[in-house]
């Protein structure tokens, strides 16, 4: 097949890490570009010996130059093609997720590949976010084709919210905003309500952290909730209360969830009493560094189950090291405020603190406290968000559940 787009050739180096499945090319991997394009373009990358090795979207703007969308030569980049890979997403998630599919991530970027583009769904409501210059260009059209596929499934969309309002945009070239989409309703009031794991929660998609409700964490809550029945847990970084809802209905004796927004605090408070779970509920406004340093100095806590959820301590390489740090002094914490034979389930959500980092720090927070881990399960996010095993980036969520003696 003739090839129409502009080439860009890239360094060994950069072959290197395509020929390994990495879909990015970095500025400094590109030797020269062979023709005219305009930012967001397709375009092909070629090694150095002229071999094909992909297309994908070009960006001067960004440090990462090309996100590959292919490595077929023989792909025609139109409707078609993208909706055979909006269709191959949604049908891994009916596969993956069986009833949950009600409410689960159907497009994870790069994992989809669809580079910085997340499509969540809640009910009949889609959230959207788009990091990538490309996708932006092609958004109209990869919004209709959402609606088309899953109509041919039987779920009616109701709605797009947009949540573009993350500065990684700006390194990109685009300007930040937030809205409905044009296409379907408008005048929502920004408010959902889903069920996950028979719990219901109310979703302010408008308002809330991300698209409003953190997924990836669905498995994960559920398997707190054997350890919870008939204990005192203490649940830091609430958010919307998700664990502390999970430990609360499967019976445990008195959760308190914390977290240092009020307006978290009174979302995870709304929540309980949707479900009517407030007689065996507190909620506390604090910073969790702060209370635990406190209980501490004050001769213990009441608490044998320590639920940790911090946000991402790092987003870039450069701040790993205060990362650690920061992970490593609310463990300790919380490993010293547990008797023996009390439960920590503890997690970090930045794929810059790797797997074996997030090990030795629990190592290291355990030799301090004086206290040995036994491992209870060693999770990760859930499959909605699916690891490629060649993209480390997609391989970020690291939960461990223990029993600390």
């Not at 023989?74 to 949604?90: M, S």
């Not at 809640?122 to 210059?133: H, K, P, R």
């Not at 959402?146 to 109509?151: G, I, R």
């Not at 209905?249 to 479900?275: C, H, P, T």
Request: glycine share 8%; with cysteine; charged share 25%.
């Amino acid at each position: 097949m003739e090839r129409n787009f502009p080439k860009a050739i890239i360094t060994p180096k950069g072959e290197k890490a395509l020929r390994g499945g990495h879909p990015w090319v970095y500025s400094d991997e590109i030797s020269r570009v062979v023709g005219d394009y305009e930012n967001g373009d397709l375009i092909d990358v070629y090694s150095a010996k002229n071999r094909f090795l992909g297309t994908g979207f070009i960006n001067d703007c960004s440090k990462i130059r090309v996100r590959v969308i292919s490595r077929n030569a023989n792909d025609k980049f139109d409707r078609a093609f993208y909706g055979r890979r909006i269709r191959y997403a949604l049908e891994y998630r009916k596969t993956v997720m069986g009833e949950d599919f009600a409410c689960c991530r159907l497009i994870f970027g790069e994992a989809d590949s669809f580079p910085g583009f997340t499509v969540d769904r809640f009910g009949e409501i889609l959230v959207t976010q788009v990091l990538s210059l490309g996708i932006e260009r092609i958004k109209e059209m990869l919004y209709e084709l959402l609606v088309e596929e899953l109509n041919a499934l039987g779920v009616q969309v109701s709605a797009i919210y947009e949540r573009n309002d993350v500065k990684i945009r700006e390194l990109e070239g685009m300007e930040q905003y937030t809205g409905f989409w044009s296409g379907l309703r408008t005048d929502l009031p920004g408010v959902t309500k889903i069920v996950e794991n028979g719990i219901r929660y109310s979703v302010d998609y408008v308002n809330g952290q991300k698209t409003g409700f953190f997924l990836d964490q669905k498995y994960n809550r559920r398997a707190i909730r054997q350890i919870a029945a008939g204990r005192t847990v203490l649940d830091c970084f609430t958010h919307t209360g998700a664990f502390a809802l999970n430990a609360a209905a499967a019976g445990a004796k008195l959760v308190n969830a914390v977290d240092i927004s009020e307006d978290a605090v009174e979302m995870a408070r709304s929540n309980a009493r949707l479900n009517g779970l407030e007689g065996n509920m507190q909620f506390t406004c604090a910073n969790v560094f702060d209370l635990l340093t406190d209980m501490y100095k004050n001769g213990g806590s009441p608490y044998d189950f320590i639920i940790l959820d911090p946000p991402a301590f790092t987003k870039s390489s450069f701040t790993v090291k205060n990362a650690i740090r920061g992970y490593k002094e609310i463990n300790l914490k919380a490993m010293r405020l547990l008797n023996r034979g009390g439960y920590l389930a503890t997690c970090s959500c930045s794929h810059f603190m790797t797997e074996p980092l997030f090990k030795q720090m629990l190592h290291d927070a355990a030799a301090d406290a004086e206290v040995s881990l036994r491992q209870i399960e060693a999770r990760q996010q859930s499959p909605d968000h699916p690891i490629l095993w060649n993209v480390p980036e997609t391989d970020y969520l690291k939960f461990f559940i223990f029993q600390v003696v």
